[in-house]
């Protein structure tokens, strides 16, 4: 606890020098940033961090100006907490946690239980001893971190892709109840943080996702205190599940909440500017996807920049995952996020420069638009036609959309033409169909839907393209 405290001071001390001397050479923050406008939505926008990021002052400007939550990147993984059995080091996760309390940042816990970075004495134990050093270790790391993290991913990374159980250590001395008694056994330590389950594959709907679903609802149904469902987001370019709104609906009808953890999306090198537009696109749904949903509680990039990426260490001939590049000046995809988000697309506060790319800031080809929205309502006594027009009022083209409105209560869509609408009741999600993705600058699509009622005929009060409001 004294070298965690002494370790804060440190860095507070540290990060003071480090922002005293950038504000010589940037100019101040300006009004529009990721936190800033995901906060105004009642979200977060992250990043993760490794400790040797600290001293890159060029990072932890675009680090401290644009993101409010921090995933340590490695710090706080079993093999850098207790790298032998019941000796355990805080260390470098204590540096991490107090740069991002210097910097008002939330943390995510990252992670307690893993197959990965999984130091060999565990995987050694007779399978008799894997239980006891389990639950000593989440005690231990939750215990001490108990307060300062406003999340834990408890399992990280459990599923095979098929949705079976990965029989790592954990699964191979306990069966499924390792997942269980792991959360319960956090849940003791830090009852007030969110507990999570965190993967990969798993932000469409498919057979991984669908074996988090079944997983989550009979922990549910145990009363096992599960929080929130990661879905780390690293995608390829172009890639990003046409699925991942309604998969994110689903978990979060569960009375869960969902998080983007680790979102990337790799480009195979050298990234075309094309190759950027299309990751402007990817950026922009995801982001609109969480804010879509009220439980999506925010979006963490995995890193800073392409040049602390994992991607290019991890799949030869891809990079340029990331909304920053090597030398930390914004991409298009940063500019999409910013739109998505309801900014207007100008240059990231921690860079002088404009965007990479001078076409960023058109709609980033999906990002937030200006958009018009009228609809009329044919309603008889238990039924009703509605006939909607989104009129692209800005100055980009809008390439790729999703309509986001809340029908009234008591209407459930039964049919609908030129969209995908899901779900069928309650807040929905129109997505283009593959012919009317497109609305060029002052053009217009229509779309429509066949409704059941119980009464409330009523036309949505609101509709957002993109996640920015229309006009009516
Ligand atoms: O970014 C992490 C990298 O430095 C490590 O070498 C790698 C080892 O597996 O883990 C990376 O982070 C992973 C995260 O903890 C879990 N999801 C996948 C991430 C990328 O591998």
New binding site residues.
Partial sequence: MHNRRLAAALAVVASAALAGSLALVRPAAADTSLKQLAEGKGKYFGT?L?QSNLSNSTLVGVATSQFDMMTP??EM?WDTTEPSNGSFNFGPGDALVAFAQAHSMRVRG??LV?H??LPGWVSSLPSNQVQAAMETHVTTEATHYKGEVYSWDVV??PFNEDGTLRQDAFYNAMGTGYIADAIRTAHAADPNAKLYLND?NIEGENAKSNGMYSLVQSLLAQGVPIGGVGL?S?FILGQVPSTMLANMQRFAALGLDVAVT?LDDRIQLPASSANLQQQATDYSTVVSDCLAVTRCVGVSQ??VGDADS?IP??FSGYGAATMYDQNYQPKPAYTASVNALGGSGGSSSSSPSTPTSSSSSSGGGGGGAACKVSDTVDAWNTGLTENITISDTGSAAVNGWRLVFTLAPGQTITNGWNATYSPSSGQVTATNASYDGAIAPGGSVSIGFQATHTGNAAAPASFSLNGQACSS
């Fill in positions: 993760a490794v990147g490695n993984k990252h992670n893993w990965s970075q990280n990374e990969y780390e690293h680790e995995w890193g994992w260490g991890a």
